[in-house]
């Protein structure tokens, strides 16, 4: 004879590990729960907040950091992704141009060219904030420089009168290095 170890149905235990799970994952999404304090204050101090939050909790590890110098290398690596997705993208966009070899074409693969570059300088800028031993104004100058190349794509375009297929990334790429350059320069 087995005896009952719930009175609750078995349909109800199954609701309840619903909710649970719900609110597991929940708490995993980006910007599902409330900025950690130094994400707040320090974003706070930054030209566009609420971008700053957005790419700080993007990543999961912003919510075990405990120094500004942390979260500079959390956005600059999450603006060092967007970038590489910038650099696919364009890509994508001049292989399928190659065959035509249109002059958007060959500019899209000029900024996949610029995006690799942003790469690299990324990658080395990256280095540098992690392993200063103190604040650097050249580092912070090399990461406020990685802004370029996304502009330089972007002009290239502008100066031969033809609309780019990146113009939104190209901004979005400027607006998260610009925000993890801010960050860089809190170290101060």
Same mark, same amino acid.
């Given at each position: 004879?087995?005896?009952?170890?719930?009175?609750?149905?078995?349909?109800?235990?199954?609701?309840?590990?619903?909710?649970?799970?719900?609110?597991?994952?929940?708490?995993?999404?980006?910007?599902?729960?409330?900025?950690?304090?130094?994400?707040?204050?320090?974003?706070?101090?930054?030209?566009?907040?609420?971008?700053?939050?957005?790419?700080?909790?993007?990543?999961?590890?912003?919510?075990?950091?405990?120094?500004?110098?942390?979260?500079?290398?959390?956005?600059?690596?999450?603006?060092?992704?967007? =970038?590489?997705?910038?650099?696919?993208?364009?890509?994508?966009?001049?292989?399928?141009?190659?065959?035509?070899?249109?002059?958007?074409?060959?500019?899209?693969?000029?900024?996949?060219?610029?995006?690799?570059?942003?790469?690299? =300088? =990324?990658?080395?800028?990256?280095?540098?904030?992690?392993?200063?031993?103190?604040?650097?104004?050249?580092?912070?100058? =090399?990461?406020?420089?990685?802004?370029?190349?996304?502009?330089?794509?972007?002009?290239?375009?502008?100066?031969?009168?033809?609309?780019?297929?990146?113009?939104? @990334?190209?901004?979005?790429?400027?607006?998260?290095?610009?925000?993890?350059?801010?960050? @860089?320069?809190?170290?101060?």
């Amino acid at each position: 004879m087995a005896a009952s170890m719930s009175r609750t149905s078995p349909g109800n235990h199954k609701v309840l590990l619903a909710a649970l799970l719900c609110i597991a994952a929940a708490a995993f999404l980006p910007g599902s729960s409330a900025s950690t304090p130094l994400v707040a204050q320090t974003c706070g101090r930054t030209s566009n907040q609420r971008l700053c939050v957005s790419l700080l909790e993007s990543s999961n590890r912003s919510r075990s950091a405990t120094t500004v110098r942390e979260l500079s290398i959390i956005a600059l690596t999450r603006a060092r992704r967007s =970038a590489l997705r910038a650099r696919l993208r364009a890509w994508d966009l001049s292989y399928g141009a190659r065959r035509g070899t249109t002059p958007a074409g060959r500019l899209v693969a000029r900024c996949a060219a610029l995006y690799k570059d942003c790469l690299h =300088a =990324a990658a080395h800028a990256l280095s540098r904030v992690t392993h200063m031993p103190e604040y650097d104004d050249r580092v912070a100058d =090399a990461v406020s420089a990685l802004r370029v190349f996304p502009e330089k794509c972007q002009r290239l375009f502008d100066a031969q009168e033809i609309v780019s297929p990146l113009e939104q @990334v190209n901004r979005d790429i400027e607006e998260k290095l610009g925000i993890a350059s801010e960050i @860089v320069h809190l170290l101060r």
